[in-house]
């Protein structure tokens, strides 16, 4: 699944490709990835042009000369920019612009969704109201910003950490590594985890955001960033599908979290 690092990273690959191009026809081929009424998201989209592309958390967010369309690609979905025809099953929704070039959304789980919001709701809405503080953009993140919400509950921390009202963007691979380079252990109960393991969770989060986004993210399994793009990240990665702590040596656990595979060290992590 793309986190934070990914879809940045298809940000700034599509930033250089679609910005300034006018839409000037959309196919909706299968309807349930737009999370509004069809013609409402047509009537409001063609004919605009893309003047920007920004980011919240995992949100990506196409801004319009007038309005914006939101996009959120979960599991598979992946952009395709193109002249030529690469319409398969797996593509539901294709932009045509006005240069002859064509957007293509493929997404092989059809989890992925996207709708347009006008500027004055577009952050006092949702989906991006419930989107918490996006460590890479909020230039202020630090532990000041989470500390209360991390502390007043008492699930497991790595369950906290991928909740996306508190922090946005981290997700099962990235929160492995911080909890690691924390020495927190991820069943942790949050309101067991201290003052100063808060502000390392957040120095860690913000390090290793900040690096997988310089490696163009991480490909594991099926993600590629648009254009194909190779993420380096998985290169860098201490435990998330490793077998042994690069510290202590000991044999990491591999666990289930919220049916999450979560890897880490039973020794240094504590
Ligand atoms: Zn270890």
Do not use: W
């Given at each position: 699944?793309p986190e934070?690092p990914e879809v940045e990273t298809v940000r700034r690959a599509l ?45 990506l ?12 690609l979960?599991?598979?979905g992946k952009y395709f920019y ?131 986004i310089?490696h163009k993210g991480t490909t594991?399994?099926s993600y590629t960033s648009e254009l194909n793009i190779k993420g380096e990240f ?37």
């Amino acid at each position: 699944m793309p986190e934070l690092p990914e879809v940045e990273t298809v940000r700034r690959a599509l930033l250089k490709k679609v910005v300034g191009l006018k839409i000037t026809d959309i196919k909706i081929k299968y309807e349930n990835i737009i999370n509004s009424d069809i013609d409402y998201f047509k009537r409001n989209i063609i004919n605009k042009s893309i003047i920007d592309i920004s980011r919240l958390g995992k949100f990506l967010i196409f801004n319009l000369n007038e309005g914006n369309i939101v996009s959120h690609l979960r599991m598979e979905g992946k952009y395709f920019y193109s002249n030529e025809d690469l319409d398969n099953k797996h593509v539901h929704v294709i932009f045509y612009f006005d240069n002859g070039y064509m957007l293509y959304y493929q997404d092989v789980r059809k989890f992925g969704r996207m709708e347009y919001k006008d500027s004055s709701e577009l952050y006092t809405t949702t989906p991006l109201s419930l989107v918490g503080i996006d460590p890479i953009l909020n230039k202020k993140f630090d532990y000041r910003l989470i500390y209360d919400k991390i502390v007043s509950r008492a699930v497991a921390i790595k369950t906290t950490l991928l909740d996306q009202s508190i922090i946005a963007g981290l997700g099962n691979i990235y929160v492995d590594e911080v909890l690691f380079l924390s020495k927190i252990n991820p069943h942790r109960p949050s309101n067991e985890v201290t003052f100063d393991e808060v502000k390392s969770l957040c120095d860690n989060t913000k390090d290793i955001l900040s690096l997988a986004i310089d490696h163009k993210g991480t490909t594991i399994r099926s993600y590629t960033s648009e254009l194909n793009i190779k993420g380096e990240f998985q290169n860098f990665l201490k435990v998330h599908t490793k077998e042994y702590c690069p510290i202590c040596n000991n044999k990491l656990n591999k666990d289930k979290i919220n049916g999450r595979s979560t890897y880490y060290c039973a020794n240094c992590e504590r």
